[in-house]
């Protein structure tokens, strides 16, 4: 058997198309036109707080699912964000491998989806990918970091649109800050974890531990909304 060649950061190494990337994209599009053609869809797939807390039927997976829908009344949502990712996953994914870029994005959409519940009105509803959106950013920062290069514009970058969260209404913040955290806590795994045979071991015991950290505070953000 040949052995597969991995990339600089452990993954298995590819063509160097981000087809984890294009699906990514495509599922919003595809999602996005559903919530077009029938309206009740979104009401299926956003996620507040509440969706989690114990006051409403549990719904935990619209942590995930969020992360898939978008704003219908403004296309910009959507076409922001896709390009994007776009962007960041024509960089990543062939710097990490599939399997931990899907990993990265996953976790940091996990993330924002936390952070709405941990700071947010867990009354109001928020969808969208800039949580995870915002993961890559914080990822490519690391990743970049790692390997000596240059970060100035991706600190602007990045910057610029979390002010623009705090700055105009109607934005989830929260989720921005979330994907931020658990974007560059992911991609830290990845590009530090101890080089040698145990590495891949390393890196994906770091990443269970990440979904641990997600659940252990999901729990806790769901008691502390019924307590109060």
Sequence with gaps: MVPSTRTVFGGKATDGRPLVTYALIIINVVVFGLQMVFPSVTSHLVYAGLYTSGYLEPEPWRMLTSVFAHSTSFVGHIAFNMYALYICGRVLEP???????????????????????????????????????????????????????????????????????????????????????????????????????????????????????????TFYGALNIRLQ
């Excluded at 990845?190 to 505070?217: E, I, N, S």
């Design 95 to 217: 710097m990490l491998g599939r399997l931990r870029f899907i990993a990265l994005y996953l976790i940091a959409g996990l993330g924002g989806s936390v952070a709405v519940l941990l700071i947010a009105d867990p009354r109001v509803p928020v969808l969208g990918a800039s949580g995870a959106v915002f993961g890559l950013f914080a990822a490519m920062f690391v990743l970049f970091r790692a390997r000596g290069g240059q970060t100035i514009q991706l600190v602007i970058l990045i910057a610029i649109n979390l002010a623009i969260g705090f700055i105009f209404p109607g934005i989830a913040w929260q989720a921005h800050v979330g994907g931020l955290v658990l974007g560059a806590a992911s991609a830290a795994v990845f590009a530090y974890a101890p080089k040698g045979p145990q590495r891949t071991m390393m890196q994906w015991a770091g990443t269970a531990l990440l979904v641990l950290l997600v659940v252990a505070l």
